[in-house]
């Protein structure tokens, strides 16, 4: 079974983002992956959210206390994975230390904010654990990978900004 998706990842990879004139051949397979990963999940994570608060205003869903500044925090990290989605599809990729530096920032920003309103707001409003836990999962998950790429791409221990070929 992990052969058959390796080989799936594989084929994937190759058909859909390898292209040896550009970028992409500077990176590691799982790299990429990763990185597509965490761009669809900020996607569908911004979508869920403008979506749950909008839902809150019809009588058949809970009504979530307003998170203006939470709303802003996840437009800017929506926005930056569409920015890295359009890049892919240029077969390029921005992995300068200010692009880390903010989408960390931005994703612990969203982990923390949603810690600390679940702190506030769960003995208030019953079902906000339940709402809120899978985005804190995944939010973590994206900061995870941020790191870690970040980490494997040594992008914090040059001088230029830029990743080095090790």
Excluded: C
Aim: positive net charge.
């Amino acid at each position: 079974m992990k052969e058959k998706i390796i080989r799936f990842l594989n084929q994937h990879t190759t058909r859909i983002v390898d292209d040896n004139n550009r970028k992409f051949k500077l990176y590691p397979k799982w790299l990429i992956w990763f990185i597509l990963f965490l761009s669809y999940n900020v996607l569908l994570q911004g979508i869920a959210d403008v979506l749950i608060k909008v839902s809150g205003y019809t009588p058949w869903f809970y009504a979530l206390p307003a998170r203006w500044d939470f709303l802003f925090l996840t437009g800017v990290s929506v926005l930056m994975g569409y920015q890295v989605l359009i890049g892919m599809r240029r077969r390029e990729l921005d992995v300068t230390r200010n692009s880390f530096a903010l989408g960390i920032l931005v994703e612990a920003g969203l982990v923390i904010s949603d810690v600390l309103h679940l702190i506030d707001y769960a003995s208030h409003h019953e079902y906000l654990l339940a709402i809120r836990m899978p985005f804190i999962v995944l939010t973590t998950i994206n900061l995870t990978i941020l790191v870690a790429i970040a980490r494997h791409l040594k992008l914090f221990r040059g001088r230029k900004g830029e990743f080095e070929l090790a």
